[in-house]
């Protein structure tokens, strides 16, 4: 089965053809809506990106992903600012306000006054850390060119980090397939482990 999959791929002109703005549109997606994995997306694409033959695969992956992750925040920030600024509120900071638990909130907030925009980039760095900070500074008021310069560099920062996942997770394997499967594990895994990890010491001090 799995032989039968991988003579039927399609030629490397084609993957790129359909597979930039298929990762383009994933992430902007992911941004928007905070559940589509899309750190999972990057380094999927780079362990593609290492096995094609053309020297810029790699690069011109980290770019889209680079500038789809910083024009979805900056999409869900002005809307943000528009739910901030109108009478009934918004569904957009609704949403962002319902993926921002009040304890990550608070420590956002805080954060936010001692460091300022250097918050932002380690924020997209940090599982479930993006959507409290930018909920802080919405809060605080924030204009979006103020917003927008910690958020470029919390994208490539973002894009690059997961692009090495990626590597690390393709260059364990020689097929392409098997290298995706370890960056989505890998990715999964470097996702997840920051919650449980809280959650163990929360049961340890309880106890």
């Keep these: 089965m799995i032989g039968e999959l991988i003579r039927t791929v399609p030629p490397e002109s084609t ?27 990057v380094s999927s694409a780079a362990v593609v990106a290492i096995h ?3 020297p810029f695969s790699l690069l011109f992956s ?15 920030y002005w809307l943000g600012r528009r739910g901030v600024r109108s009478k ?6 609704e949403r962002i306000h319902d993926h921002a ?5 608070d420590q956002a907030q805080t954060k936010l006054s001692e460091h300022g925009v250097a918050v932002l980039v ?26 927008a310069r910690g958020a470029a560099p919390a994208a490539l920062a973002w894009a690059g980090t ?3 996942i990626g590597l690390l997770g393709g260059s364990l394997f020689r097929e392409p397939w098997e290298g995706v499967v370890a960056a989505v594990l890998l990715t999964v895994a470097v996702s997840v482990a920051p919650g449980v990890w809280r959650r163990v010491v929360r049961r340890h001090d309880a106890g």
């Design 52 to 54: 094609q033959s053309s």
């Design 88 to 93: 009934n509120g918004s569904r957009w900071l």
């Design 162 to 164: 997961y692009q090495l």
């Design 122 to 147: 380690l924020s997209r760095l940090v599982p479930a850390g993006r959507i409290p900070v930018m909920l802080a500074c919405l809060l605080a008021r924030w204009p979006l060119r103020r917003f």
């Design 101 to 105: 638990a009040p304890e990550r909130l």
């Design 15 to 41: 993957q790129q053809a359909v597979g930039y703005p298929s990762l383009f549109l994933l992430v902007v997606l992911g941004s928007l809506v905070p559940v589509v994995p899309t750190g999972a997306v």
């Design 62 to 76: 980290f770019c889209v992903a680079a500038l789809a992750a910083l024009l979805g925040d900056l999409a869900l």
